[in-house]
């Protein structure tokens, strides 16, 4: 576990931004998405986060808190290509194609995620899907999530743990 605290908003959007980018860094065996549950009280830094990660994966899109549609899909403008172990030969691509922003505050139950669309989102190895108030719908959530909690220490500052 690891623990940052962050000053200001433009700290956390950083954050997010470097977070997203080790994200290409990890060897891409999945067969789904990556997701990334992103927990903690209504102001403390999740959507912040999130147009963090969006500006890292090259979204050129404005990211703005999903809580009314529920869902926000973004094209990922960022692809890495790297060179496989050796012996394999060639020269791999690492990519991913959508971003996905899902904000499950409104929910009371998770089923109500899963009529839109849900499992095919999650299920897709070419997406990364950013999830605010991810705890309310922990139960349908893959257990190989990155688990992201923020908490709110003052008015700029936010603790985030990792």
Known sequence: MKEIITNNFRDTQALGKNFAKEIFKREKKKKSAVIIAL???LGAGKTTFAQGMAEGLG???QITSPTFVLIKKYPIRFQVSRLPKPGTGGQAS????DFYHIDCYRL???WQLQELGFEEIINNPENIVAMEWAEKISEILPEDKITIKFEWVDENKRKIIF
């Open 59 to 61: 979204v050129k899109e």
């Open 108 to 110: 009371d139950k998770p």
């Open 94 to 97: 690492f990519k991913f194609q």
């Open 39 to 41: 927990e903690g009280d």
